[in-house]
């Protein structure tokens, strides 16, 4: 056994009798110093171990989000109308994607980007039409050339009003025409517009009648409309109901369809059935846009290559006036992979410093082209891409915090002999910012504590010692003197 004799040897530290210690008041005035200064070193110390080291560094990319990138866009177009809004993508792989719309919304839109109706379906696919078989056999005129004042006259006297609004250089028609006049002779030996009156079949000439077509919201030829009598009087958010015929566009088509419109009216009263329409006839046929703008929304998924966002007017039945086209549009959002949600940024206000902000560089800005570059203007963006990624250690593992694509962007306008649109193609760096969290180990925090502890009091006890000899030294040589 140990004697406690030989355990008080190893003793470090060995206790002074009371009675063999004095206390002065220049010892409690340093004490008091020593214990303020260890309080302020140690909320400099704490608060030093609450802060994190961060560090940042450029390396390869090393991204495990696959190999696709999502695109979230909010754009708005006061001059291309939702009946032709198309969402295109093509990169260098040779992708290329057109008028998607499984994740497109379109919603018309006034000139001041208001919204004027609910959201626009594209409904049937427009390259799949049926124009019959080309012919070069001439058929006398049986729809009747409108011009603005005949149209208005017309459109308040006959319960239906079908107009082929069209331009003599189209394609599409020409290729109409034969099967249209057709129709139309058909039509009137069935219904007489005098003796029957309920229905009457017009074309307008758009490049005769440009503020009449205009008027309409014509962006696309030939549009077939329909007007019903006292629609004009029918306003959503104050502007003219008509409707738009979608379907095919051979003389029988046609015939059935006028006849489904015409069906529900009494010959006598003109007064429409409770029954409304047939079937057959809503299915190919879509409220025409009332505004000649279109807002897209929605996201797009692309391979993290150099690509194209495209969005133009697109139609595999109808043909556009280049020169009349206006890619004109507001970007009220345009963002790259997982958006970050404005409380998260909040939650990491530490980080704003280190992150460059620029992952909606686009947003609220406005490319409007009044006319003064000229015709056929295609709006242009360069947008490069680099992904920014926030990792914090903790517990010796790396954790993710933030995972952003920011870019940099730079908008051009070019003339071009095709279908102005407005283009943005992007490019994704090779490279990713990494910002590392380091934070500081709690060990390293406690071994500075008593440091802090330990020195602090260290000093001060040499301090009131070599203080306390001083004054003793000096009462000896006075002592001295006065003997």
Not at 141 to 165: C, K, M, R, W
Not at 228 to 240: I, T
Not at 325 to 344: A, C, D, E, K, Q
Not at 444 to 472: E, P, Q, Y
Request: proline residues 4%; contains cysteine.
């Amino acid at each position: 056994m140990v004697s406690s004799t030989k355990l008080k040897s190893v003793d470090f530290y060995r206790k002074i009798p009371r009675d063999l210690t004095e206390a002065s008041l220049s010892g409690a005035g340093l004490s008091i110093v020593a214990a303020l200064f260890m309080m302020f070193l140690f909320g400099m110390e704490l608060s030093s171990y609450l802060e994190v080291n961060t560090t940042t560094a450029v390396i390869v990319d090393k991204s495990s989000d696959g190999d696709f990138l999502r695109i979230d866009f909010n754009i708005s177009f006061p001059a291309l109308s939702c009946e032709f809004a198309s969402v295109d993508v093509s990169d260098v792989l040779g992708t290329n994607r057109l008028n998607i719309t499984k994740t497109i919304r379109k919603f018309p839109i006034d000139p001041h980007l208001r919204s004027t109706g609910a959201e626009f379906h594209s409904g049937l696919a427009l390259h799949n039409i049926n124009h019959g078989e080309e012919t070069k056999e001439e058929f006398p005129d049986g729809a009747i050339p409108l011009t603005s004042a005949s149209f208005e006259a017309l459109s308040h006297h006959f319960p239906i009003l079908v107009v082929n609004f069209n331009a003599p250089w189209c394609y599409w028609s020409n290729r109409l025409k034969p099967a249209w006049e057709k129709a139309a002779n058909i039509i009137k030996q069935r219904y007489d517009p005098e003796a029957d009156g309920r229905v009457l079949l017009g074309n307008v000439d758009c490049t005769e009648e440009p503020a009449l077509c205009k008027r309409n919201h014509i962006q696309g030829y030939p549009s077939i409309r329909i007007f019903r009598k006292g629609s004009d009087l029918r306003e959503d958010h104050g502007h003219h109901e008509h409707e738009s015929y979608y379907g095919d566009r051979d003389t029988d088509s046609i015939v059935k369809m006028v006849e489904g419109l015409v069906a529900p009216i009494h010959p006598e009263t003109h007064k429409v059935a409770s029954d409304g329409k047939s079937n057959d006839t809503v299915k190919n046929l879509k409220k025409a846009p009332v505004t000649g703008g279109c807002r897209v929304e929605g996201y797009v998924r692309v391979k993290k290559v150099p690509g194209n966002l495209v969005i133009s007017a697109h139609s595999g039945a109808h043909s556009f006036d280049s020169s009349q086209m206006n890619m004109s549009h507001v970007v009220s959002h345009l963002s790259f992979g997982r958006m970050i949600s404005p409380r998260l940024l909040t939650d990491m206000k530490r980080l704003l410093p280190y992150l460059g902000l620029s992952h909606d560089r686009l947003d609220g800005k406005a490319f409007i082209n009044q006319h003064e570059f000229g015709a056929n203007v295609t709006i242009e963006h360069y947008l490069q891409i680099v992904k920014t990624e926030v990792i914090t250690r903790r517990s010796g593992q790396e954790h993710s915090l933030i995972e952003e694509y920011e870019y940099t962007a730079h908008s051009s306008v070019a003339q071009t002999y095709y279908l102005p649109v407005a283009k943005f193609h992007f490019e994704l760096s090779p490279m990713q910012i990494l910002i590392t969290e380091n934070p500081k180990s709690f060990s390293h925090f406690i071994t500075n504590l008593c440091a802090i502890i330990g020195g602090v009091f260290t000093v001060a006890g040499i301090l009131d010692s070599i203080f306390h000899n001083t004054v003793r030294l000096i009462k000896k040589v006075e002592l001295g003197k006065n003997i």
